[in-house]
């Protein structure tokens, strides 16, 4: 799941070599992936009024429909 968050959001993201993402397992069926981006492609992955980052949960909801498992996306600024 990590693969297809990180794919969408380098061809989001005016600077994709700053683009971070990692996952932890909050339990077998819970996994966290966090996304950091840098400080100006942060409004890009955002959107407006949030859409984009809820169309990439949703995408990533969907993908993961068959796993069984439940993925959580947090979004964040790189330091």
């Known amino acids: 799941m990590e693969e297809l968050v990180r794919y969408l959001l380098n061809n989001l993201v005016e600077n994709p070599d700053q683009v971070d993402v ?24 955002i959107g ?10 949703t995408i990533v909801k969907s ?7 439940r993925y959580i996306v947090k979004i964040g600024e790189r330091d």
């Open 63 to 69: 993908a993961s429909a068959k796993t069984g498992k």
């Open 48 to 57: 407006r009024n949030g859409k984009v980052a809820g169309s990439i949960r």
């Open 22 to 45: 990692s996952s932890k397992d909050e339990s077998d069926k819970v996994t966290v992936i966090t996304v950091k981006v840098a400080k100006d492609d942060i409004g890009r992955v």
